[in-house]
């Protein structure tokens, strides 16, 4: 498998929500985790645990999520922490609002079109086609240290896989489906369920996966001091 410079893999990375059937092997899904664990964390403390599903475990886990989303709702199905904020704001409501539009636009999914919506978010639950899924938990007793941490390696891996020429999609969807991933994959109950991934090879052919979101440049978000004259 060929591997793309760095700066490639950083610039093409990119929430893949189409995957191709093409398996993905367990020792490159070891290598991409190794890889990962070269993060930082407080203190090396390396708090991360993963769960990687392939196979008739990973279609067992998504029949399991899908059955419970059906009987239940996904009001019923709830994380046990705030991903977002709770009174929202710009500028992040906008951008919010516009790569959502601009993913059902690319996808023909009207304004207002709850049953097309609520279609394409069950496709989260089947790791959107993809060989190869990852859940990600952390102990419940960690502070939010242990969360930043969580994140570089996230980070990480994501780059790693595209690196390789792999794509991913994190999905904090999964983690209203916590009940179900602890029942399916025996994660315990002292584990606070983070989020899932998907990785596998893009589908070129889905015209999601046409998505190029937007990124606020350098100068909105940060501030220079000392630098001598360019």
């Known amino acids: 498998m060929a591997s793309l410079p760095t700066d490639e893999a950083i610039a093409t990375r990119r929430a893949v929500r189409a995957f191709l059937p093409t398996p ?3 020792e490159t899904v070891e290598s991409l985790l190794a ?3 070269r993060a930082p964390s407080g203190s090396n403390i390396q708090p991360w645990k993963v769960r990687a599903v392939a196979g008739e475990v990973r279609d067992r886990l998504c029949r399991a999520v899908l059955a419970a989303l059906d009987a239940d709702g996904a009001e019923a199905h709830q994380r046990e922490w705030n991903y977002y904020p709770v009174r929202w704001r710009e500028p992040y409501l ?5 790569v959502g539009f601009d993913l059902y636009g690319l996808m023909g999914i009207a304004r207002g079109d709850v049953e097309a919506m609520a279609d394409q978010r069950r496709r989260n639950y089947e790791f959107f086609g993809a060989p190869v899924g990852l859940v ?3 102990d419940e007793d960690l502070e939010i240290g242990s969360w930043l941490d ?4 996230i980070g990480t891996f994501v780059v790693a896989a595209r690196g390789m020429g792999l794509d991913t999609c994190p ?3 999964f983690a209203d489906f916590h009940a179900v991933l602890r029942r399916e994959l025996g994660i315990p109950q ?3 369920v983070i989020c899932g991934m998907a990785l596998g090879h893009a589908d070129p052919d889905a015209p999601e996966n046409r998505l190029v979101t937007d990124r606020a440049p350098p ?10 004259p360019a």
């Open 24 to 26: 993905v092997s367990r």
């Open 35 to 37: 890889a990962a664990s």
């Open 94 to 98: 906008g951008r919010r609002r516009k």
């Open 136 to 138: 990600f938990t952390l």
């Open 150 to 153: 969580l994140g570089i390696f």
């Open 171 to 173: 999905q904090a969807a």
């Open 190 to 192: 002292n584990e606070i």
């Open 219 to 228: 100068s909105q978000f940060a501030t220079f001091e000392g630098f001598p």
